[in-house]
């Protein structure tokens, strides 16, 4: 039986690809987050990762332990649950971007109403700033949210994984290098719509707005139809669509953290709760089909 506070270390690196972002986000030493990975490969008699100086990679059995370690987690909480989780009661009002909405997300929060019944768990739907704008105003209790790696919100957060952002279009994509850059993007204040002008900017390469739009489901049907190319989460991009290649002129875009904001007012058990249920299910949320 492997250790459910290794497993959960474990996943911290995994999410992170780092030893000291993982320590970080557990409120543990890094010799101890080291000493957790060895134990659980001891266990496993594998080696899961392979880490150097600079970086952290998992090995084709660190793949396989990791999603074990997912379904243990996700296990154990939800036995936890029913036998605990009864008692937990009261108002919650959680924010996620439509991106995530469009998720598995869903169903992790299906599964949080039934193990949780007298939580009264409210959903707010929304563009990125929208919703850390409520969070930081003492309008919504957590919210899931991105934001760029190294940026320190007002409300604490856990790194739920980092994401490469990509740029996205349909298959066969052609962008002539004399023209500018045609863009389908969120309405303006937008954390992707920023980063993709910057970094076009950076190279010299002009851009031009083709589209604008409140939501994903106008961002993809935009791509679609051609109207232009977008940026996206690499993790969260539909499987009709493709990535980009660099051949066409196109810069490489930052990285992106997908975290959970919690107010510290928020009722804490039940907060507690959501986000230990969306760590433990979701930790790779690929797009459900046809999204």
């Keep these: 039986m492997y250790d459910p506070e290794l497993l959960r270390t474990f996943l911290a690196v995994v999410q992170s690809l780092?030893?000291?972002?993982?320590?970080?986000?557990?409120?543990?030493?890094?010799?101890?987050?080291?000493?957790?990975?060895?134990?659980?490969?001891?266990?496993?008699?594998?080696?899961?990762?392979?880490?150097?100086?600079?970086?952290?990679?998992?090995?084709?059995?660190g793949e396989a332990m990791a999603g074990f370690a997912r379904e243990i987690l996700a296990v154990q909480d939800r036995a936890v649950g029913y036998f605990t989780g009864s008692h937990l009661q009261g108002r919650l009002r959680f924010g996620v971007t439509d991106d995530l909405a469009l998720t598995p997300l869903p169903r992790i929060l299906r599964d949080f109403r039934h193990l949780y019944p007298r939580i009264d768990l409210e959903l707010t739907?929304?563009?990125?700033?929208?919703?850390?704008?409520?969070?930081?105003?003492?309008?919504?209790?957590?919210?899931?949210?991105?934001?760029?790696?190294?940026?320190?919100?007002?409300?604490?957060?856990?790194?739920?994984?980092?994401?490469?952002?990509?740029?996205?279009?349909?298959?066969?994509?052609?962008?002539d290098p004399d023209q500018p850059v045609p863009l389908v993007v969120y309405q303006a204040p937008s954390l992707s719509r920023a980063l993709s002008v910057q970094a076009l900017e950076k190279v010299g390469r002009r851009s031009r707005i083709t589209c604008t739009v409140r939501g994903v489901n106008g961002v993809?049907?935009?791509?679609?139809?051609?109207?232009?190319?977008?940026?996206?989460?690499?993790?969260?991009?539909?499987?009709?669509?493709?990535?980009?290649?660099?051949?066409?002129?196109?810069?490489?875009?930052?990285?992106?953290?997908?975290?959970?904001?919690?107010?510290?007012?928020?009722?804490?058990?039940?907060?507690?709760?959501?986000?230990?249920?969306i760590l433990a299910s979701g930790a790779p949320l690929t797009p459900v089909a046809g999204s």
């Design 18 to 61: 780092s030893f000291t972002r993982a320590a970080q986000s557990l409120g543990l030493s890094q010799p101890t987050v080291s000493q957790h990975v060895r134990r659980l490969e001891e266990a496993a008699g594998r080696p899961l990762l392979v880490r150097d100086t600079r970086s952290v990679a998992l090995t084709s059995d």
């Design 125 to 175: 739907v929304l563009q990125n700033d929208g919703l850390i704008r409520r969070i930081e105003s003492g309008h919504l209790d957590v919210a899931f949210v991105k934001r760029s790696p190294g940026q320190q919100p007002a409300v604490r957060g856990q790194l739920v994984r980092r994401d490469q952002l990509v740029w996205c279009g349909i298959d066969g994509t052609r962008i």
């Design 220 to 277: 993809l049907a935009a791509v679609r139809a051609g109207l232009g190319i977008a940026v996206l989460a690499r993790t969260l991009m539909p499987s009709d669509l493709v990535e980009l290649p660099a051949s066409l002129g196109l810069p490489k875009l930052p990285q992106l953290d997908l975290v959970l904001l919690t107010r510290k007012q928020a009722p804490a058990e039940a907060a507690k709760a959501l986000t230990s249920a």
